[in-house]
Protein backbone atom coordinates (compact mmCIF):
# COMPACT_ATOMS: atom_id res chain seq x y z
CA UNK A 1 0.00 0.00 0.00
CA UNK A 2 2.82 2.28 1.02
CA UNK A 3 4.86 1.58 -2.65
CA UNK A 4 1.10 2.47 -4.64
CA UNK A 5 0.86 5.64 -2.25
CA UNK A 6 4.31 7.05 -2.96
CA UNK A 7 3.75 6.53 -7.05
CA UNK A 8 0.73 8.94 -6.44
CA UNK A 9 2.91 11.36 -4.90
CA UNK A 10 5.21 10.62 -7.75
CA UNK A 11 2.73 11.75 -10.00
CA UNK A 12 1.42 14.81 -8.64
CA UNK A 13 2.57 17.68 -11.26
CA UNK A 14 4.09 15.22 -13.75
CA UNK A 15 3.38 15.75 -17.36
CA UNK A 16 2.11 12.22 -19.01
CA UNK A 17 0.87 11.28 -22.43
CA UNK A 18 -1.53 8.47 -22.75
CA UNK A 19 -2.03 6.86 -26.18
CA UNK A 20 -5.26 5.21 -27.06
CA UNK A 21 -8.43 6.47 -25.63
CA UNK A 22 -10.37 2.97 -25.48
CA UNK A 23 -11.54 1.76 -22.13
CA UNK A 24 -7.91 1.20 -20.65
CA UNK A 25 -6.49 4.68 -21.89
CA UNK A 26 -9.71 6.53 -20.62
CA UNK A 27 -8.94 4.32 -17.26
CA UNK A 28 -5.70 5.73 -16.98
CA UNK A 29 -6.27 9.13 -17.84
CA UNK A 30 -8.58 9.50 -15.07
CA UNK A 31 -6.41 7.90 -12.46
CA UNK A 32 -3.72 9.66 -13.27
CA UNK A 33 -5.73 13.27 -13.25
CA UNK A 34 -6.62 11.78 -9.82
CA UNK A 35 -3.15 11.63 -8.86
CA UNK A 36 -2.19 15.27 -9.76
CA UNK A 37 -0.59 14.40 -13.62
CA UNK A 38 -0.66 16.67 -16.54
CA UNK A 39 -2.49 14.90 -18.70
CA UNK A 40 -2.56 14.75 -22.44
CA UNK A 41 -4.31 12.19 -24.39
CA UNK A 42 -4.02 10.89 -28.25
CA UNK A 43 -5.94 8.47 -30.08
CA UNK A 44 -6.18 7.86 -34.24
CA UNK A 45 -9.70 8.59 -34.58
CA UNK A 46 -11.04 11.86 -34.86
CA UNK A 47 -12.79 13.51 -31.55
CA UNK A 48 -16.17 13.18 -33.43
CA UNK A 49 -15.62 9.05 -33.45
CA UNK A 50 -14.65 8.94 -29.70
CA UNK A 51 -16.84 7.23 -27.24
CA UNK A 52 -17.94 9.73 -24.97
CA UNK A 53 -16.40 8.55 -22.11
CA UNK A 54 -13.09 9.59 -24.09
CA UNK A 55 -14.44 13.26 -25.14
CA UNK A 56 -15.41 14.00 -21.23
CA UNK A 57 -11.79 13.75 -20.13
CA UNK A 58 -11.56 16.98 -21.05
CA UNK A 59 -13.78 18.28 -18.30
CA UNK A 60 -11.24 16.87 -15.95
CA UNK A 61 -8.37 18.58 -17.28
CA UNK A 62 -6.89 16.41 -19.54
CA UNK A 63 -5.42 17.41 -23.38
CA UNK A 64 -6.94 15.54 -25.90
CA UNK A 65 -5.17 15.33 -29.30
CA UNK A 66 -7.49 13.26 -31.55
CA UNK A 67 -7.18 12.13 -35.51
CA UNK A 68 -3.62 11.18 -34.79
CA UNK A 69 -0.62 11.46 -32.21
CA UNK A 70 1.26 14.46 -33.32
CA UNK A 71 4.75 15.12 -32.03
CA UNK A 72 4.22 17.76 -30.02
CA UNK A 73 2.24 15.85 -27.72
CA UNK A 74 4.76 14.17 -26.76
CA UNK A 75 7.82 16.84 -26.18
CA UNK A 76 9.65 16.89 -23.19
CA UNK A 77 8.44 13.86 -22.04
CA UNK A 78 11.07 10.36 -22.03
CA UNK A 79 10.38 6.99 -22.77
CA UNK A 80 8.98 4.55 -20.30
CA UNK A 81 7.83 1.30 -20.98
CA UNK A 82 10.25 0.68 -24.11
CA UNK A 83 6.96 -0.71 -26.18
CA UNK A 84 6.77 2.39 -28.50
CA UNK A 85 9.96 4.42 -29.08
CA UNK A 86 9.64 8.04 -29.37
CA UNK A 87 11.17 9.63 -32.55
CA UNK A 88 12.44 13.17 -32.44
CA UNK A 89 10.56 14.14 -35.37
CA UNK A 90 7.47 12.02 -34.98
CA UNK A 91 5.59 8.96 -32.79
CA UNK A 92 4.85 6.26 -34.68
CA UNK A 93 3.09 3.82 -31.82
CA UNK A 94 3.04 0.29 -32.65
CA UNK A 95 -0.73 -1.15 -33.77
CA UNK A 96 -2.50 -2.30 -30.60
CA UNK A 97 -0.57 -0.68 -28.21
CA UNK A 98 -0.40 1.66 -25.56
CA UNK A 99 2.47 3.50 -23.74
CA UNK A 100 2.63 6.53 -21.18
CA UNK A 101 6.07 8.89 -21.38
CA UNK A 102 6.70 11.21 -18.61
CA UNK A 103 9.34 14.27 -17.83
CA UNK A 104 12.81 12.41 -16.57
CA UNK A 105 13.29 14.96 -14.22
CA UNK A 106 12.98 12.31 -10.79
CA UNK A 107 13.33 8.63 -10.55
CA UNK A 108 10.30 6.94 -9.92
CA UNK A 109 10.26 5.45 -6.27
CA UNK A 110 12.74 2.45 -6.02
CA UNK A 111 14.30 3.55 -9.60
CA UNK A 112 17.91 4.25 -9.79
Known sequence: MARGQAYRRWLTGRRVAVVGLARSGVAACRLLVECGARVVATDDKPLSALGVEARGLEK???????????????QGLSERGGRC????GSFRPIKGSKRCAERPSRSAPGER
Open 60 to 74: LGVRLRAGGHPAEAF
Open 85 to 88: PLHS
